[in-house]
């Protein structure tokens, strides 16, 4: 009899014993009856966590007396060995095992052969079914098979409390319940407290017997041709370029995705009478104990790749597609991720999501910029969340101290709180600043203006009293739709920022698309083969190519602005030309508007991001077309420092407190003092204490920071002297400290700036 049959007679008889009356314990009686005789076996033996040991639940073959009075410890005999390790044991002489523990109570010493799968539920086992017999022998390979598609099965029984009662099923599912504390690196400031939500839900499997099984098996024949599709189109995507080491990881993806071998194993459980889904998490399961024997790390991060596939396959076949943004967000959302795109982060709604937590991530990435914006704390870096906080666990964020508690104590949890008024209270200082205008202790009014790029941003402006928005990146109404966003709409927004806006400027950045911000509607025709998309075609390179794009935005712009003032800034500008062609295009459209009569804007300044370090070294050249130049730190240092601002591997490599940034910086603030161009800071630097000190002691005064960011800046331009500072940046950098960061923050405390 091949496994798949053996297993099959085991599941139709399994299924009779689920329709028949019989209370729980009969049910669990009759199963151990029925696996002993279809696999012709003297004993067979289930175990179950209860209260953290393994209990006898049901026995055929040893003293019926033992039945929930033996128990073990998770990792003391056999059982608790195997449970431990969610391995099989087949052992044709169980004494001969070191881990074998003789318990008197069961009658087994009679019995010399022993096979024990572990009964597993999310990754761990809650439980072991066994089989032993008199004669010493190993186990086939089909005997084993069949009990561990007859373990699978158990376990979503039990675990459904189909076979045991409701109580006995919540002390089975194996919880971490101990407090665990993770850390990682602060991406946003702040603190949360909720309930941990997966971005990928787990996915669940409400049917584990196939009804018909031929049903079954087309089911999976679909799902593996739009997986291998899906697969297909990822090599032409923007992200993946041509070459190097992505393909080689594509390579590999694809051959598992199309491995003969895999979807035969898949065939082989629904042949056993397992439904689709039942049969993906069989073979994903029998695949991952076996690599576990295999202590290779290569072939670990292999296992990666195909648990991707697999949970991509029964996305695909159990139709549970979407991410958690769509499926009912709970009020408390702790979201834990590997890593999100800006897109996907978008569509969560903020007033649910209270922090996110990332096993990746890194401070200038676009996902973290707009998690800023959203004002959600955001720890990254975590290695290993996903094993460590599990879906519904409790969990305490503290981005600002780099750490998160999963489970955690009471006491704790009082501690946390007594932080959070805290914090409250200091918000509510700021709050106090919002009307306040920023001088520093020496008399200069610097600008504390905010980022921003949704309709929502612009309710902050009047809440935390910023002096305008310095950026607003225009492409995040590109990013949250579905489609390109026609003229008419984009006029929409901008008109209603600057109505919002009032007096106060707005500063709008053309579309900067492409680098870590890939449009999804765009993607697969324009962005094809850009091997390295932050240096590659991306914002005004895009933009002047596309005229098209480039010439429905200033027109909504112009239109936006009627009768106002109206900032334009372009990003990436690498070379003079490409803002005289940028800002020709706005000069064509407002000639066509005046030809037109109709209401043009007051004033029209134009400006232009400086992050591009090419630029810094033709200001002579460049300044006389602008009248204003905003530098975006985030960009600028990634290619002054040639480091991927969204590789996590470098987020903590180089600090922005470096001489090389801080020198080029002063370059810069130097090349425009007496050019009338006014100067500011737009990165992400510009929003955090030591390095917005660092930024006016080398001449910005003007600083356009994230929303939250405003209180706090504002606090600190107060306990500033400029004079003070601006010489002591001298000296740090004309000999700078081995450690620029400690000498500064040693600066400050003792001239009494809080940089809490
Ligand atoms: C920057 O590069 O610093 C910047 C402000 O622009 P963005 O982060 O949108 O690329
Ligand atoms: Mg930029």
Redesign the pocket.
């Known amino acids: 009899m091949s496994a798949a049959a053996a297993a099959r007679q085991i599941l139709t008889r399994l299924h009779e014993v689920m329709a028949s009356r019989l209370h729980a314990q009969g049910k669990l009686d009759q199963v151990v009856d029925i696996i002993a005789e279809c696999l012709d076996s003297e004993v067979c033996s289930i175990y179950l966590l209860r209260e953290g040991m393994l209990e006898l639940f049901a026995t055929h073959g040893l003293n019926a007396e033992a039945v929930h009075v033996t128990r073990m410890a998770v990792g003391e005999g056999l059982v608790g060995t195997l449970a431990e390790n969610v391995e099989t044991l087949n052992l044709a002489e169980a004494k001969a095992h070191p881990d074998f523990q003789y318990r008197p109570e069961t009658g087994e010493e009679k019995f010399h052969s022993f096979a024990g799968v572990p009964i597993v539920y999310r990754e761990r086992a809650v439980g072991a079914l066994c089989v032993q017999h008199v004669d010493p022998r190993r186990y086939e390979d089909i005997e084993i098979e069949a009990l561990q598609t007859t373990a699978m099965v158990l376990s979503e029984l039990i675990t459904n409390n189909e076979l045991i009662d409701e109580e006995e099923a919540r002390g089975l599912v194996p919880v971490d319940t101990g407090p665990a504390t993770i850390t990682g690196l602060q991406l946003v400031k702040g603190l949360a407290s909720g309930t941990a939500v997966y971005h990928q839900p787990r996915i669940t499997i409400d049917q584990v017997m196939a009804e018909d099984i031929e049903v079954e098996r087309q089911r999976v024949y679909r799902a593996f041709d739009r997986m291998r599709d899906q697969i297909d189109n990822l090599a032409d995507r923007a992200e993946f370029g041509v070459g190097g080491e992505h393909e080689e990881v594509l390579a590999t993806y694809k051959m598992f995705a199309y491995d003969e071998g895999w979807s035969r194993r898949i065939n082989e459980a629904i042949d056993a009478g397992l439904t689709a889904e039942a049969a993906i998490e069989r073979v994903q399961q029998r695949t991952r104990m076996r690599m576990r024997e295999i202590d290779d790390p290569l072939l670990q991060d292999r296992m990666h790749d195909l648990e991707d596939l697999s949970n991509r396959l029964l996305r695909i076949v159990s139709g549970q597609l979407g991410t958690a943004a769509t499926q009912g967000l709970r009020g408390d959302a702790i979201l834990i991720a590997k890593n999100l795109g800006p897109a996907e982060l978008l569509e969560y709604d903020r007033r649910r999501l209270k922090g996110v937590i990332l096993e990746e991530g890194s401070l ?1 990435a ?1 996902v973290v ?1 707009v998690a800023r914006a959203m004002g959600v704390p955001v720890l990254g870096r975590v290695r290993g969340l996903r094993g460590v906080v599990q879906e519904g666990d409790f969990v305490l964020l503290d981005a600002d101290n780099g750490n998160a508690v999963a489970r955690p104590a009471q006491q704790v949890i009082e501690a946390f709180d007594t932080r959070f008024a805290k914090s409250r209270e200091r918000q509510a200082i700021y709050a106090e600043l919002r009307a306040v205008e920023p001088f520093t202790r020496c008399g200069t009014r610097i600008e504390v203006m905010m980022n921003a790029g949704l309709r929502d941003d612009i309710s902050s402006l009047a809440l935390v009293g910023a002096d305008g928005i310095g ?1 607003f ?1 225009t492409e995040f109404q590109f990013l949250v739709s579905a489609t390109l966003p026609q003229r008419e709409r984009q006029f929409r927004l901008y008109r209603d920022v600057l109505d919002a806006a009032g007096d106060k400027p707005v500063v709008f950045r053309t579309v ?1 698309i492409g680098g870590d911000k890939a449009l999804p509607y765009l993607r697969e025709t324009e962005f094809e083969h850009d091997e390295n998309p932050a240096m590659g075609w991306r914002a005004l390179r895009v933009a002047l190519e596309r005229e098209g794009l480039l010439k429905a935005q200033a027109r909504a712009l112009l239109e936006a602005a009627a009768g106002r003032s109206l900032y334009v800034m372009f ?1 990436m500008v690498s070379e003079p030309w490409e803002f005289d062609a940028a800002k020709a295009v706005f000069d064509g459209q407002l000639a066509y508007l005046r030809r037109r009569k109709k209401l043009l804007p007051e004033a029209i300044r134009y400006g232009a ?1 400086l ?1 591009v370090p090419a630029l810094a070294e033709v200001l002579d050249l460049f300044l006389p077309r602008v009248s204003f130049l905003s530098i ?5 240092t990634q290619f002054l420092f040639a480091a991927d601002r969204a590789n996590p591997k470098l987020a903590e490599r180089y600090d922005w407190l470096s001489p090389a940034i801080l020198r080029f910086l002063r370059r810069i603030s130097q090349a425009t003092v007496g050019s009338g161009v006014d100067l500011g800071v ?2 992400e630097m510009g929003g955090r204490r030591l390095e917005a000190l660092a930024l006016l002691g080398l001449g910005f005064r003007r600083l356009s920071i994230t929303p939250v960011s405003v209180g706090p800046i504002k606090e600190l331009v107060r306990q500033v002297d400029l004079r003070e500072l601006e010489k002591a940046m001298q000296g740090w950098l004309a000999t700078p400290p081995p450690d620029m960061r400690a000498a500064m923050t040693e600066w400050a405390v003792g001239h009494g700036i809080d940089l809490d």
Do not use: A, Q, V
């Not at 975006?632 to 600028?636: F, P």
């Open positions: 200038t676009h910029i950026l990146r900067d990003p991001m992050e975006g730190t985030n960009d600028l737009c990165g």
